[in-house]
């Protein structure tokens, strides 16, 4: 039989290791280089940039400097979306 103190503890439960998913993914970050270390861009696990370094070499060629914060930008973010696909689908399985 449907028991609501069971569904609460279990919601409860689900609020917790949420809780700790969001702070275990600020913690992690993700470092990304591009153009043979011309771009290094570091972002946290929730893909807030936290660092980006860029070579004073690009500085005169504006489109190579674009193409390449694009490429750190896409790369960072994939990192990121597969750490927290990862970390969501552990949190699944934990609870199973």
């Known amino acids: 039989m449907?028991?609501?103190?069971?569904?609460?503890?279990m919601l409860e439960g689900m609020q917790e290791n949420a809780a700790k998913l969001q702070e275990e993914l600020e913690s992690?970050?993700?470092s990304v280089k591009t153009g043979g270390?011309?771009?290094e861009l570091s972002v946290n696990g929730k893909g807030e940039v936290i660092d980006l370094i860029i070579d004073d070499s690009?500085?005169?060629d504006k489109n190579m400097l674009?193409?390449?914060l694009i490429g750190a930008i896409n790369d960072?973010?994939?990192?990121?979306?597969?750490n927290q696909q990862q970390s969501a689908m552990g949190m699944l399985g934990s609870m199973g």
């Open 28 to 30: 992690k970050t993700f």
């Open 58 to 60: 690009t500085l005169t």
């Open 76 to 82: 960072a973010n994939k990192m990121v979306q597969q």
């Open 66 to 68: 674009q193409i390449l």
């Open 2 to 9: 449907f028991n609501m103190g069971d569904m609460s503890k």
């Open 37 to 39: 270390g011309l771009v």
